[in-house]
T-cell receptor, first 111, second 113 residues
Framework: GENVEQHPSTLSVQEGDSAVIKCTYS??????FPWYKQELGKRPQLIID?????GEKKDQRIAVTLNKTAKHFSLHITETQPEDSAVYFC??????????FGSGTRLLVRP | GAGVSQSPSNKVTEKGKDVELRCDPI?????LYWYRQRLGQGLEFLIY????????KSGLPSDRFSAERTGESVSTLTIQRTQQEDSAVYLC???????????FGSGTRLTVV
């Protein structure tokens, strides 16, 4: 079945710097890759997603890239702000189209 | 409603008791999912309903766990004979269809004492 690995587990950056979180997946048939942001005590919220027929997608300060050959995808956050501090989860779909989540990255943006 | 609604938001129960958690998905969403999140941990898949298909129960950790869904509406997750290791936040999510992004509910925080 699908396995999604996520790195790093924690990431600390200075406000204004960029942050990159990387994920790899195992199932080559996986075709949908969302990213979720979870603030402390809150529900996970979808922030961006990408399908396997697209290599890159941007939405203001966030972007996601996908390399199907290498089976990895990344989240890029530019000009980080303190409110970007949260846990970020990547995910990929398995053969029944449910999401399998990575283990999460705790991002801390230092003011 | 506008979002995924879960109840209760908090539940404290004694070890050995049964509990029932409820999820009301977004209207029109055919897919409904239950995940478990232990404190500081990731999202552990439990069960998945898609339309009228047989549910994917592959994530249920033991036969103490079961779930039902009425058509494309409300779902209930039942945990029988609760144990302390069942303490977690139980998150429900729904999506327009399979292979679409989820909208999560705010979860039920279950504490077994």
């Amino acid at each position: 079945g699908e396995n999604v690995e996520q790195h790093p587990s924690t990431l600390s950056v200075q406000e204004g710097d960029s942050a990159v979180i990387k994920c790899t997946y195992s199932d080559s048939a996986s075709n949908y890759f969302p990213w979720y942001k979870q603030e402390l005590g809150k529900r996970p919220q979808l922030i961006i997603d990408i399908r396997s027929n697209v290599g890159e997608k941007k939405d203001q300060r966030i972007a996601v890239t996908l390399n199907k050959t290498a089976k990895h995808f990344s989240l890029h956050i530019t000009e980080t702000q303190p409110e970007d501090s949260a846990v970020y989860f990547c995910a990929g779909t398995d053969s029944s189209y449910k999401l399998i989540f990575g283990s999460g990255t705790r991002l801390l943006v230092r003011p | 409603g506008a979002g995924v609604s879960q109840s209760p938001s908090n539940k404290v129960t004694e070890k050995g008791k049964d509990v029932e958690l409820r999820c009301d998905p977004i209207s029109g969403h055919t897919a409904l999912y239950w995940y478990r999140q232990r404190l500081g941990q990731g999202l552990e898949f439990l069960i998945y309903f898609q339309g009228n298909s047989a549910p994917d129960k592959s994530g249920l950790p033991s036969d103490r766990f079961s779930a039902e869904r009425t058509g494309e509406s409300v779902s209930t997750l039942t945990i029988q004979r609760t144990q302390q290791e069942d303490s977690a936040v139980y998150l429900c999510a729904s999506s327009f269809s399979a292979n679409y992004g989820y909208t999560f509910g705010s979860g039920t925080r279950l504490t077994v004492v």
